[in-house]
Every structure is written in C-alpha cells, then in structure tokens.
C-alpha cells in the first residue's frame, strides 16, 4: 500500500474544515492549522461535512488533529493553503521559517493575487496555484456543507497530484492553464458581492432575471477589460466564458434548463462574502471587483457596474450593518 503525504491544512475555515475533513476520512493524515476559535468548536462538536447530496460524514475531536502552532508545518508533504488572501503574507512566512524544502504549497484561495504572493515569498518551493469551484458554509459549530457542485483544479507540477489527493466524495484534477482556469473562476466570483448585497439565497438571486441581467452586465465588462489585457479565461461551467453572459438575460425558463447543465446548488447556498457581510467581517471585494476596475482603468476601460458594486460592497463594510438587502435597480 502507498503511504499518503502528510497534508496541512493552513487556514482551517470552511472550505479548509471541508477539504480537510474529507481528505482525514479517507485516510490521509490530516493536521489543521486554525485560530483558536476554530479549534474550539471542534473539540467541543468534532467535524460536521454535509452537501447538497446528501453527504453526511461526522469525525470525532479524537480522530483530528488541531493546532494553532505553525511548527506542525516540519512534518508536511503538501500545505493546502485555504485562508483569506490577506492573510497570505503571513502563511507564507510560516512556511518559509517551518516547512521542508520538498514541501509542495498549492493555494486554494479566490482570485489570483495570493498563489502570486505565494511564489514570490517561496522562491524555491514548488507552489501551484488551485481552484475550487464549489461553495462551502457554516452550518453550525462544527458543521459545514458544501453547497454547490464541482471539482477542484490544481496546477500542474512535476509530481502528480490529483490522483493522490482525489476521493470518493472529494475529485481533484490537474491543468496545464491553471491562470486561465483562476480567470474563469473570478468571473464567476463576481457575483458574491452581488449576492452578498442582495440577502437572498443563490438559487433565489439566480431566478431572478433581473438580478442575473446586473450579473451578466458586470461580466460583461470583466470580458472586455480581460480582452484588453490578452488574458483568455477558461470556464469553469460546461458553457464557454463569453456565453455567460448571454445566457444570464435569456428567460428564467431558458435559464433554468441551461444551467441544470452546468451546476448544482443547493436551495439555502449564499456566497462566503454574504457570509463575511453578516459578520462584520472584511471582504475579498479587492480581490475581484476591486482587480477588474484597477485593471479596467490601466487600459482606459469603463467599468461602471463593477465600480458601483465595490462602492456598495465598501459601504456595507464601513457601516457594519450586515447584509443592505439591495436590489437591482440600485444598480441601474
């Protein structure tokens, strides 16, 4: 039998808890690096990984390994780096001080600016940007649920690694265009933020065909500033990119049969941001929003949409106040 690589998980929030969760139950030898506030919850109420499904797999405390010490970096084989870009800076140098040389990093982060950081602090490891299509929440102390469907994409590299890493309830594979596959995937980030201003659940939010017309308007403009800058994003859906769009203002009815096509999601799913919205907490806008309008005034390309969504996504933060609860006409 094949020994399994110790893995680390760096940044043990939902999708980590997930990832993790079902690499442990499968038998790799799993150790969570997480805040103390995570490790709490699970020793009291171990781990709880449901989906859209049905999964419904429960792991004790005593089957975990939780620490809140970078040191557990020394025994990995691979790090699955899984928390907020800004805190990217400070994972990296945690590697840098504790990990072995032969360590492989690979980034399951949103957007395209922490496997970049990554690099850069960790010149000498083999560091693979990674995507991760699905949507992971909290349900409940110790409970998350993944509620939307897909398979994670990780960087291709010397070693192979989907094989390894791939189980039954957990599929990852391996691309060559790893920057186009994270291009795709930010397009379709996009509408966190419109759902983090909206308060309604994604299935919801996708019903509406006004709210998937300021979707497509905002993706729209994301093409044509990519287009600008030579980038050719790779779908992440069965559709191609530049279809998207179209597809998001044709009839709900129409809608409806394409995108049974293309994704899964569960009835209660809401974004991560609507998620950090609730909280209080900081958001990825920057990261999204934020890089499309930058990137958008580097080449003298109007970005309205995407403008006026980071400005309300701003608001929101500064007021702490939750969720606004907008609608779509505040965004004609």
């Known amino acids: 039998m094949t020994t399994k690589p110790p893995i680390v998980i760096a940044g043990a929030g939902a999708?980590?808890?997930?990832?993790?969760g079902l690499l442990a139950t499968h038998g790799h030898k799993v150790t969570f690096l997480a805040r103390l506030r995570i490790i709490d919850q699970i020793t009291k109420h171990g781990l709880h990984l449901t989906d859209f499904g049905g999964l419904n797999r429960k792991l004790s405390p005593e089957r975990l390994t939780l620490t809140d010490d970078p040191s557990c970096l020394r025994t990995a084989a691979i790090?699955?780096?899984?928390?907020?870009?800004?805190?990217?800076?400070?994972?990296?140098?945690a590697i840098v001080a504790k990990a072995p040389q032969s360590v492989v990093v690979i980034s399951l982060q949103n957007g395209l600016e922490a496997a970049q950081i990554l690099r850069d602090t960790l010149p000498d490891l083999d560091v693979r940007a990674g995507m991760v299509p699905f949507n992971v929440v909290p349900v409940a102390p110790g409970g998350v649920h993944r509620a939307t469907s897909g398979d994670i994409v990780v960087e291709a590299g010397k070693t192979p690694l989907a094989d390894t890493l791939s189980c039954t309830d957990l599929k990852f594979k391996e691309s060559s265009d790893i920057a186009g596959v994270q291009w795709g995937k930010l397009l379709i980030n996009l509408n966190n933020a419109l759902n983090a201003l909206s308060g309604l659940t994604l299935q919801q939010q996708l019903l509406s065909r006004p709210w998937r017309r300021v979707m497509a308007a905002q993706m729209a403009e994301a093409l044509s500033v990519l287009q600008v800058h030579g980038i050719k994003a790779v779908s992440t859906t069965p559709l191609p990119v530049g279809l998207i769009p179209w597809a998001l203002r044709?009839?709900?009815?129409v809608f409806q049969r394409i995108a049974a096509k293309m994704l899964t999601v569960d009835p209660?799913?809401?974004?991560?941001?609507?998620?950090?919205l609730e909280a209080r907490k900081p958001t990825e806008?920057?990261?999204?929003?934020?890089?499309i309008v930058q990137m958008g005034t580097a080449k003298s390309v109007d970005t309205p949409i995407c403008a006026g969504v980071l400005k309300k996504i701003k608001q929101a933060e500064g007021a702490g106040q939750g969720v606004p609860n907008l609608t779509p006409d505040d965004f004609s």
């Open 285 to 291: 806008v920057d990261a999204l929003q934020g890089l």
């Open 15 to 20: 999708i980590g808890c997930f990832v993790g």
């Open 79 to 93: 790090v699955l780096v899984t928390v907020k870009t800004s805190g990217t800076v400070a994972i990296a140098q």
């Open 268 to 276: 209660m799913a809401r974004t991560s941001m609507s998620y950090d």
């Open 250 to 253: 044709l009839p709900t009815p």
